[in-house]
Nanobody
Framework: QVQLVESGGGLVQAGGSLRLSCTGS????????MGWFRQAPGKARDYVAA????????NYADVVKGRFIISRDNDKSTMYLQMNDLKPEDTAVYYC???????????????????WGQGTPVTVSP
C-alpha cells in the first residue's frame, strides 16, 4: 500500500494561485493512477482531477478546467495541483487519492481512490 501526505494549502485571495503537493511513501508511486478531490464545508467530496501513471493522460472536472493543472513526478513520488485564478467557491479541504486500477481508462475517475491522504485546507477570500 501507499501512504499519502498533502501539503501546500493555505489562505489566498480570489484570483490568486496555490500549488498543492501530494507525496507518497511505501509501494512505488508510479504504480498508481492518482487524483485530487475536494470537500467544501457541509458538502460531499467532489472529484477535481486525475492523472495516469506516466502522467501522459489527464482529466479534469469541468469546474476547474482551464484553471487547475495536475502533474506528477514519479522520481520524487509526488503529485501536484497547480491552482490558478482561484475563486471563493474553490474553498475546501483538498485530498489526494491513489488508485490501483485504471479509472482514467474506464471513465470512473469520480469513484477512484483506494488510498487517501489526510487533506490540506484551501481558503479563498473574496
Amino acid at each position: 500500500q501507499v501512504q499519502l501526505v498533502e501539503s501546500g494549502g493555505g489562505l489566498v485571495q480570489a484570483g490568486g494561485s496555490l500549488r498543492l503537493s501530494c507525496t507518497g511513501s511505501g509501494r512505488p508511486f508510479s504504480t498508481y493512477e492518482m487524483g485530487w478531490f475536494r470537500q467544501a464545508p457541509g458538502k460531499a467530496r467532489d472529484y477535481v482531477a486525475a492523472i495516469s501513471r506516466s502522467g501522459a493522460t489527464l482529466n479534469y472536472a469541468d469546474v476547474v478546467k482551464g484553471r487547475f493543472i495536475i502533474s506528477r513526478d514519479n522520481d520524487k513520488s509526488t503529485m501536484y495541483l497547480q491552482m490558478n485564478d482561484l475563486k471563493p467557491e474553490d474553498t475546501a479541504v483538498y485530498y489526494c487519492a491513489a488508485d490501483r486500477g485504471t479509472p482514467l481508462k474506464t471513465g470512473h475517475v469520480t469513484e477512484m481512490g483506494d488510498y487517501w491522504g489526510q487533506g490540506t485546507p484551501v481558503t479563498v477570500s473574496p
